[in-house]
């Protein structure tokens, strides 16, 4: 059995912590950004056509109300959450994404 109070166990912990959070900011970034990815996948198979232009702007918009603020939202929280990150980081994500939806729209 591993000794968590231990100062390897404490190493432990610290790798295993980087690790999740490694793993929760990506996922949390793709999960608002899948929107624009499938649709952007389904753009580049259509012909120039009204629905071309139409998916376009579908496409414009989605990047303007989920990537960008969420772009500055992933950058936000990991600086937030390496000072004070006693919870979980998809609360800090999330937070932080409402709080730049209301700033940039």
Sequence with gaps: MINLKSKNGQRLIAS???LWSLFTINFSFFIINFPVILTA???FNLKLSTTYTVLLVIVWLMLSVF???G???SYAAVQEWQ???SVSF???FFKKWFDFQKNYL
């Design 67 to 69: 990537t960008i603020p």
């Design 71 to 73: 772009l500055v939202a």
């Design 41 to 43: 996948i389904i753009l």
């Design 83 to 85: 000072i004070n990150g």
């Design 90 to 92: 998809f609360k800090y």
């Design 16 to 18: 295993g912590n980087w």
